[in-house]
T-cell receptor, first 112, second 114 residues
Framework: TQLLEQSPQFLSIQEGENLTVYCNSS?????LQWYRQEPGEGPVLLVT?????EVKKLKRLTFQFGDARKDSSLHITAAQPGDTGLYLC????????????FGKGTRLSVIA | DAGITQSPRHKVTETGTPVTLRCHQT?????MYWYRQDPGHGLRLIHY???????DKGEVSDGYSVSRSKTEDFLLTLESATSSQTSVYFC?????????????FGEGSRLTVL
């Protein structure tokens, strides 16, 4: 059973459209991290959300942590081809010093 | 700034041969990780290290071993490579003090086992 479910798995949109991707769990996390991975490269950290209900903005990207700290969303406004990539969420479990739990990712393609 | 060098970046080998992938960090971060990434499976943790000679298994550790004799180097060894180990392997370091901080990844090593 995947602890963190990401949806959709794949998303192909036109430049200028808005989109939201989701990272859901039945478990509580201390914090959630979002990474973006471009083809042929390693994932790069975008943001960490820590507090339930927290909203963070990174230019056209808006990240939200659910009130119960079980889920998170990433909203992109006016998507650009440069946003193309694999978006991964990773959760910090509240119990013990254990490695991050990764979702399988959402692969986004923005077509010019 | 944190830096990671993975080597080799690309390798083609035959079933049954041993393979070692190297991860070198330029800082002194305590925690280092090896992941594999496959279509449909996402990132899966193979092994991680929390200090020199201190390692632990991840979710897909069978067929892999690791060693960390120096803080800066973390080696991943496939004693006898199999075709199911064809994958892209990523090394990462934890920028925080424990297991729960943010990760910085290397550029990956693409391994093909024929």
């Amino acid at each position: 059973t995947q602890l963190l479910e990401q949806s959709p798995q794949f998303l192909s949109i036109q430049e200028g459209e808005n989109l939201t991707v989701y990272c859901n769990s039945s478990s509580v996390f201390s914090s959630l991290q979002w990474y973006r991975q471009e083809p042929g490269e390693g994932p790069v950290l975008l943001v960490t959300v820590v507090t339930g209900g927290e909203v963070k903005k990174l230019k056209r990207l808006t990240f939200q942590f659910g009130d119960a700290r079980k889920d998170s969303s990433l909203h992109i406004t006016a998507a650009q081809p440069g946003d193309t990539g694999l978006y991964l969420c990773a959760g910090v479990r509240p119990s013990g010093n254990t490695p991050l739990v990764f979702g399988k990712g959402t692969r986004l393609s923005v077509i010019a | 700034d944190a830096g990671i060098t993975q080597s080799p970046r690309h390798k083609v080998t035959e079933t049954g041969t041993p393979v070692t992938l190297r991860c070198h960090q330029t800082e002194n971060h305590r925690y280092m990780y090896w992941y594999r990434q496959d279509p449909g499976h996402g990132l899966r943790l193979i092994h991680y290290s929390y200090g020199v000679k201190d390692t632990d298994k991840g979710e897909v550790s069978d067929g892999y071993s690791v060693s960390r004799s120096k803080t800066e180097d973390f080696l991943l060894t496939l004693e006898s490579a199999t075709s199911s180990q064809t994958s892209v392997y990523f090394c990462a370091i934890n920028l925080g003090q424990g297991n729960t901080g943010e990760l910085f990844f290397g550029e990956g090593s693409r391994l093909t086992v024929l």
